[in-house]
């Protein structure tokens, strides 16, 4: 979602796995469009403009513009509101509520026998498609996308989810088949009244799902073997289950975000907490097995002031601003995605990171952090002047830097 609209070049990021998407502000100084770059094997990029192989996968190092033909927003006066992507796939949002999504969903990743199927059965976006709006034509609200799913909340308060079905991801129990179309998940919750409470926030980790409800109250659904749902027993779960966190004290769910296996969230205090696969990080017991206080404001904060805004789509490593914009980095640092060097072994690949929270200074003296955005190993950010910058893995030209710069511990500027 754009959390900040600021002066120039982007209005909301989002980068997952090896691909960064990018919506660029409307108006004098930009135009208004969606560019992608990073790994690009299935055409998660919505186009075929290539610079080269690395590792197997195809990648470009330069951000392009997504072309929309037709059905491009602009040409009606709607604006992009929200990006999010998946393995090999990428999903955009309007502002007036249409969904487009391109590149491809694995509607089942394995057979009952643990082997993949032949051929791979495929939900193919070979060009960014139009997502028919469901409930009578309810607007899509909120998206998100996993390694080969994606989900979708509409105005009306219904979650939709398509793509595979494996570890019970998409909420339907004993089906791990998958779905090709936006089919409707349980809404399971009730009010007093009777009526059903709307989902408003979707997060989606690498086998796991996490959702708030109006409500403030949080379910999950999918794999719990590192207790990523915040469950404390059972390995998998089919359909959405509550987690009632009595330390909150009378709080609610502010934000949650969802990395491979570990999970981190915000309280209405402005409070961090974590679970999952932490990796040395705090929170919780410190074993990550229940979900727990990681950094309250005041402890991390000279200033004191709360945390507004979280993000974890990576591998096992998050960031966190202040209202103030000050950027904190926490977990594992085996690519310099801390933005420090301290944890990074000699030859970079996973690793611990400083085992507490690394405060990252801004490369341009005076601005602020507005946003910021991970995946894989790599971190993004925008500053108040409404430059993008990046640190950490660029294997893929995750950093808009050709791959012969394997990582950076430091911020470097991303141009279009």
Same mark, same amino acid.
């Given at each position: ?21 990018? /919506? ?36 470009? /190092? ?21 990006? /999010? ?16 999504? #391109? ?58 989810? #398509? ?10 129990? =004993? ?57 404390? =027993? ?36 402005? &409070? ?68 420090? =060097? ?9 690793? /611990?990171?400083?085992?507490?929270? &690394? ?9 602020? #952090? ?20 990046? #640190? ?15 990582? =950076? ?8």
């Amino acid at each position: 979602m754009p959390y900040f609209i600021y002066r120039r070049f982007l209005l909301v990021i989002k980068l997952i796995h090896y691909i960064a998407i990018a /919506a660029d502000k409307a108006g004098a100084e930009g135009n208004g469009g969606i560019f992608t770059w990073g790994a690009n094997q299935g055409r998660q990029l919505g186009h075929d403009k290539n610079d080269g192989t690395n590792n197997s996968r195809l990648y470009s /190092a330069t951000p392009t513009e997504v072309d929309f033909g037709a059905d491009d927003p602009r040409s009606k006066g709607d604006r992009w509101y929200q990006v /999010a992507g998946g393995l090999v796939h990428s999903m955009a949002l309007t502002e007036n509520g249409d969904l487009f999504i #391109w590149g491809m969903l694995t509607k089942a990743l394995t057979e009952g026998n643990g082997t993949y199927p032949d051929p791979i059965s495929l939900v193919k976006y070979p060009t960014p498609t139009k997502i028919p709006r469901e409930d009578n034509g309810s607007p899509w609200r909120v998206i998100a996308a996993g390694h080969s799913s994606a989900f979708a909340i509409n105005e009306a308060g219904n979650l939709y989810a #398509w793509g595979t079905g494996s570890f019970g991801l998409l909420g339907f129990p =004993s089906d791990a088949q998958g779905r090709d179309v936006p089919t409707l998940v349980d809404n399971i919750s009730e009010a007093p009244d009777g009526s059903t409470i709307p989902w408003i926030r979707i997060a989606v980790g690498e086998r796991s799902v996490y959702g708030l409800k109006k409500d403030g109250s949080l379910w999950v659904w999918g794999q719990n073997n590192r207790q990523q749902l915040g469950l404390p =027993s059972g390995d998998l779960y089919e359909t959405p289950q509550s987690v009632e966190i009595t330390e909150l004290d009378g709080s609610s769910w502010r934000q949650i975000v969802a990395g491979n296996d570990h999970v981190a969230a915000l309280d209405m205090r402005g &409070n961090l907490w974590t679970w999952g696969n932490t990796n040395g990080f705090r929170g919780g017991d410190n074993k990550g097995n229940k979900p727990g206080l990681a950094w309250t404001f005041e402890d991390t904060d000279p200033y004191g002031v709360a945390f507004t805004l979280i993000n974890a789509h990576g591998g096992e490593f998050a960031q966190a601003i202040t209202s103030n914009g000050r950027m904190y980095l926490f977990g594992n640092n085996g690519w310099g995605q801390l933005g420090t =060097s301290e944890g990074v072994p000699a030859n970079p690949g996973p690793g /611990a990171g400083p085992g507490g929270i &690394n405060w990252l200074e801004t490369p341009v003296p005076g601005e602020i #952090w507005v946003s910021i955005s991970t995946g894989g190993s790599t971190s993004l950010g925008i500053l108040s002047d409404g430059t993008l910058w990046g #640190w950490g893995q660029n294997l893929y030209g995750q950093l808009a830097k050709a791959p012969d710069l394997r990582y =950076s511990i430091t911020p470097v500027k991303i141009e279009r």
